[in-house]
């Protein structure tokens, strides 16, 4: 079984880890598939193209799956989780269509962005009808608590989307200041998927709150391992190019952390690439070099792992058994995944 102390994992491993994971989950991940076509269903056929774009072009559906071993965990034994869990695959893809019109994104998962293709305007109100496809199926559930923590964590992911917006370009961002904008853009809605989870499984009270704390901890580590692999990572890995995140303007933490540990003629030269109209592969080198030399990366790294650990903290309450050994199987490969 899955030790809950702290991961010895190289990079060799962590292609086991996936394959053990999709070996279990595997028969809920062709129900969640069934589910996500079978509702997006539409009289007007542009919202189903697009949808179906964003929702096929390679997602892990990490989301939905969390939610449903969460359910697992606090005793459901039921099969129809499955509609229930697909409003939080909807909901992401509805912030994707949302933050590639607000990037003017051109690749998302190695295909041209929605936006691209369709324009801005339709990709918004795809966005939208997936928000409110989310909020419908959510209703059939007749659950009130469930409502609510899907409610709040869409109101979250909102203000989470203006304080990104508010930062854009912005390199004096705190550290503090940059884990807020991440714990309400990305963690919030993990967070929520492993607490609806809870509630729909019958958990008890302190299990929901574990369960909403593993997926808080999870999505920041989340986050902070996409905010490494957009200095370190490959195109064929991240389906968009290397440094997107510099040259739409985003001081991710790895440049945050430069920008408090660099000499005034390094941090002005990083202020000059950072507010280029086009960053030229050779600047991004310069920046990309600088954030390792300071340690951006590394302290990026070890923020993510100590967030994975108290993720899996919060699953000791639960019996040992092969749904909390996928919930810390989950929690290594996200800090230790390169995609």
Same mark, same amino acid.
């Given at each position: 079984?899955?030790?809950?102390?702290?991961?010895?994992?190289?990079?060799?491993?962590?292609?086991?880890?996936?394959?053990?994971?999709?070996?279990?989950?595997?028969?809920?991940?062709?129900?969640? #598939?069934? #589910?996500?076509?079978?509702?997006?269903?539409? @009289?007007?056929?542009?919202?189903?193209?697009?949808?179906?774009? $964003? /929702?096929?072009?390679?997602?892990?559906?990490?989301?939905?799956?969390?939610?449903?071993?969460?359910?697992?965990?606090?005793?459901?034994?039921?099969?129809?989780?499955? &509609?229930?869990?697909?409003?939080? #695959?909807?909901?992401?893809?509805?912030?994707?269509?949302?933050?590639?019109?607000?990037?003017?994104?051109?690749?998302?998962?190695?295909?041209?962005?929605?936006?691209?293709?369709?324009?801005?305007?339709?990709?918004?109100?795809?966005?939208?009808?997936?928000?409110?496809? @989310?909020? /419908?199926?959510?209703?059939?559930?007749?659950?009130?608590?469930?409502? =609510?923590?899907?409610?709040?964590?869409?109101?979250?992911?909102?203000?989470?989307?203006? !304080?990104?917006?508010?930062?854009?370009?912005?390199?004096? $961002?705190?550290? @503090? *200041?940059?884990?807020?904008?991440?714990?309400?853009?990305?963690?919030?809605?993990?967070?929520?998927?492993?607490?609806?989870?809870?509630?729909?499984?019958?958990? @008890?009270?302190?299990? *929901? *709150?574990?369960?909403?704390?593993?997926?808080?901890? !999870?999505?920041?580590?989340? =986050?902070?391992?996409?905010?490494?692999?957009?200095?370190?990572? +490959?195109?064929?890995?991240?389906? +968009?190019?290397?440094?997107?995140?510099?040259? *739409?303007?985003?001081?991710?933490?790895?440049?945050?952390?430069?920008?408090?540990?660099?000499?005034?003629?390094?941090?002005?030269?990083?202020? +000059? $690439?950072?507010?280029?109209?086009?960053? !030229?592969? +050779?600047?991004? #080198?310069?920046?990309?070099?600088?954030?390792?030399? &300071?340690?951006?990366?590394?302290?990026?790294?070890?923020?993510?792992?100590?967030?994975?650990?108290?993720?899996?903290?919060?699953?000791?309450?639960?019996?040992?058994?092969?749904?909390?050994?996928? !919930?810390?199987?989950?929690?290594?490969?996200?800090?230790?995944?390169?995609?």
């Amino acid at each position: 079984m899955n030790s809950l102390a702290q991961p010895s994992i190289n990079y060799l491993d962590i292609e086991r880890i996936k394959q053990r994971i999709y070996a279990q989950v595997n028969p809920d991940l062709e129900r969640i #598939e069934a #589910e996500i076509s079978r509702h997006l269903t539409t @009289s007007v056929p542009l919202v189903a193209v697009v949808g179906r774009h $964003i /929702l096929a072009s390679g997602g892990k559906r990490l989301r939905p799956l969390l939610m449903i071993q969460a359910a697992r965990l606090c005793g459901y034994r039921g099969n129809h989780d499955a &509609t229930l869990a697909i409003v939080f #695959e909807y909901l992401h893809a509805a912030t994707l269509l949302h933050d590639d019109v607000v990037d003017n994104a051109e690749f998302r998962r190695n295909n041209p962005a929605a936006n691209v293709m369709w324009g801005n305007p339709a990709v918004v109100l795809v966005g939208d009808f997936l928000y409110s496809k @989310s909020i /419908l199926l959510t209703v059939g559930y007749n659950n009130i608590r469930i409502l =609510q923590v899907l409610s709040e964590a869409t109101t979250k992911m909102a203000e989470g989307e203006v !304080l990104q917006l508010i930062n854009a370009d912005n390199l004096e $961002i705190d550290e @503090s *200041e940059y884990l807020e904008v991440i714990v309400r853009k990305t963690a919030v809605l993990i967070s929520a998927a492993c607490q609806v989870g809870a509630i729909f499984g019958g958990g @008890s009270a302190t299990q *929901e *709150e574990a369960l909403r704390a593993y997926g808080h901890h !999870l999505g920041i580590a989340f =986050q902070l391992v996409d905010d490494t692999l957009d200095f370190t990572g +490959k195109w064929e890995e991240l389906g +968009k190019p290397i440094g997107n995140d510099v040259q *739409e303007g985003k001081a991710t933490l790895p440049l945050i952390h430069t920008m408090y540990h660099s000499l005034p003629e390094e941090k002005e030269q990083i202020r +000059k $690439i950072f507010s280029a109209d086009k960053i !030229l592969p +050779k600047d991004f #080198e310069r920046v990309r070099d600088l954030v390792i030399r &300071t340690g951006g990366i590394d302290r990026t790294m070890r923020l993510a792992i100590q967030h994975v650990e108290q993720a899996k903290e919060g699953l000791q309450m639960f019996p040992d058994s092969p749904t909390r050994d996928i !919930l810390l199987d989950i929690a290594d490969y996200v800090v230790y995944r390169r995609i």
